[in-house]
């Protein structure tokens, strides 16, 4: 709820302008937060993939050099 701005004054304002500065700062935590999950699960699936392949080479050099 935004109070009627003629009975607030210029503390009003400032007040406004102080929140609108938090909001922002809020947005910017939740959008960086968002971005190291994503990363960090980027990174878990990148090492999965990793392990994945190479489990998979070390199988066929196995198959390769035993068969």
Do not use: N
Request: glycine fraction near 2%; hydrophobic fraction near 75%; charge should be positive.
């Amino acid at each position: 709820m935004i109070p009627d701005v003629k009975h607030m004054g210029r503390r009003g304002r400032i007040q406004r302008e102080d929140d609108k500065a938090s909001a922002t700062a809020v947005a910017v935590v939740v959008v960086v937060v968002v971005v190291v999950v994503v990363a960090a699960a980027a990174a878990a699936v990148a090492v999965v993939v990793v392990l994945v392949v190479v489990v998979l080479v070390v199988v066929v050099v196995v198959v390769v050099v035993f068969y």
